[in-house]
């Protein structure tokens, strides 16, 4: 019989198992028309191929890890899979839905694990597990247990389930010069005041080559850091425009693996970043390669975000 895990390693291991499941999943949903609209939820739009993921959650949970109070997007309510519930555990099942559908680019499965009722800050493991576009032969998974000496990075090759290292490592830079980097403008709602702030931005710290790349996915965003990819990435909608669509929880509950790899992880005012783990809440945030990079251009979004309130 399933039981909770003992210790957070073991919750990690469970968290790359449920990556590994909707990974799975997803690739074996391919041929259906991903686009459909299913319903909405109080969070977002949910896509046909969301509710493939979505469906294959608490079934999972409930073989494997019933010890939990499971918070997700596709969830009208947490449920609790059992009375004396010892952890929660926060699931995006599929981030970058919209590029994903288009098979435009990979997506994320992302999760984390605190003890019941804590909030970001309180997560102890997390992992996120690349949902790959038809093309793809192999996907990556990246996991962590707060405080670990490094990330566990794994790359699975999708014809035999072989794992291999991957060494991942985020760039050391410490400006953002010939280097991507950029604040998060998705939709239209916001657009051109958020366009304005990043330009206003990259004056002020004099950059003037930087290359611009809209991973349509917090969890991708997160990867691209980690994976050394960018430098800084910014994601301001609730501040810009309170009633658009906006990242949640879920959407960045896998943030300690930035931190873990070496990164930092803020609110848009240079703060820690800390938020309940539920599928409602708007959350600000920033993400930079290093403390360096932190340093030099923390103080000037925090200036240009007190700016934006006036």
């Given at each position: 019989m399933a039981r909770s895990p003992d210790t957070p390693e073991d919750a990690r291991r469970l968290l790359c198992a449920l990556g590994d499941h909707i990974r799975d999943v997803v690739v074996g949903a391919r041929g259906m028309d991903m686009t459909a609209i299913d319903g909405s939820t109080a969070a977002d739009t949910i896509y046909a191929i969301d509710r493939v993921a979505d469906d294959a959650l608490v079934e999972w949970f409930a073989r494997h890890w019933p010890g939990v109070e499971l918070v997700s997007e596709g969830l009208d309510e947490p449920a609790v899979l059992a009375a004396d519930a010892e952890w929660t555990v926060i699931v995006d099942t599929i981030d970058g839905t919209r590029g994903l559908m288009y098979d435009k680019r990979p997506a994320w499965s992302l999760a984390a694990a605190a003890p019941r009722g804590g909030s970001l800050r309180d997560v102890v493991t997390a992992a996120m597990t690349e949902l790959p576009t038809a093309k793809q032969g192999a996907a990556d998974q990246l996991s962590a247990v707060r405080g670990a000496d490094a990330v566990v990075a794994e790359r699975v090759d999708l014809r035999d389930g072989a794992r291999h290292t991957l060494p991942v490592r985020p760039s050391t830079a410490t400006d953002l010069e010939h280097g991507f980097a950029g604040i998060a403008k998705?939709?239209?709602?916001?657009?051109?005041?958020?366009?304005?702030?990043?330009?206003?931005?990259?004056?002020?710290?004099?950059?003037?080559v930087v290359f611009d790349d809209e991973y349509i996915s917090s969890g991708g965003q997160l990867h691209e850091l980690i994976a050394g990819h960018d430098r800084f990435v910014?994601?301001?909608?609730?501040?810009?425009?309170?009633?658009?669509?906006?990242?949640?929880?879920?959407?960045?509950?896998?943030?300690?693996?930035?931190?873990?790899?070496?990164?930092?992880?803020?609110?848009?005012w240079g703060g820690p970043l800390d938020v309940p783990l539920d599928?409602?809440?708007?959350?600000?945030?920033?993400?930079?390669?290093?403390?360096a990079l932190a340093a030099r251009v923390g103080p000037v979004l925090a200036q240009l975000v007190d700016d934006l309130a006036r």
């Amino acid at each position: 019989m399933a039981r909770s895990p003992d210790t957070p390693e073991d919750a990690r291991r469970l968290l790359c198992a449920l990556g590994d499941h909707i990974r799975d999943v997803v690739v074996g949903a391919r041929g259906m028309d991903m686009t459909a609209i299913d319903g909405s939820t109080a969070a977002d739009t949910i896509y046909a191929i969301d509710r493939v993921a979505d469906d294959a959650l608490v079934e999972w949970f409930a073989r494997h890890w019933p010890g939990v109070e499971l918070v997700s997007e596709g969830l009208d309510e947490p449920a609790v899979l059992a009375a004396d519930a010892e952890w929660t555990v926060i699931v995006d099942t599929i981030d970058g839905t919209r590029g994903l559908m288009y098979d435009k680019r990979p997506a994320w499965s992302l999760a984390a694990a605190a003890p019941r009722g804590g909030s970001l800050r309180d997560v102890v493991t997390a992992a996120m597990t690349e949902l790959p576009t038809a093309k793809q032969g192999a996907a990556d998974q990246l996991s962590a247990v707060r405080g670990a000496d490094a990330v566990v990075a794994e790359r699975v090759d999708l014809r035999d389930g072989a794992r291999h290292t991957l060494p991942v490592r985020p760039s050391t830079a410490t400006d953002l010069e010939h280097g991507f980097a950029g604040i998060a403008k998705f939709f239209v709602p916001g657009k051109p005041a958020l366009a304005h702030l990043e330009s206003e931005l990259f004056r002020r710290l004099g950059s003037r080559v930087v290359f611009d790349d809209e991973y349509i996915s917090s969890g991708g965003q997160l990867h691209e850091l980690i994976a050394g990819h960018d430098r800084f990435v910014a994601d301001l909608r609730p501040l810009v425009d309170p009633g658009a669509l906006a990242c949640h929880p879920y959407d960045v509950c896998t943030a300690m693996l930035l931190e873990v790899a070496g990164g930092v992880v803020t609110d848009p005012w240079g703060g820690p970043l800390d938020v309940p783990l539920d599928t409602t809440s708007p959350v600000a945030w920033a993400g930079y390669a290093n403390g360096a990079l932190a340093a030099r251009v923390g103080p000037v979004l925090a200036q240009l975000v007190d700016d934006l309130a006036r």
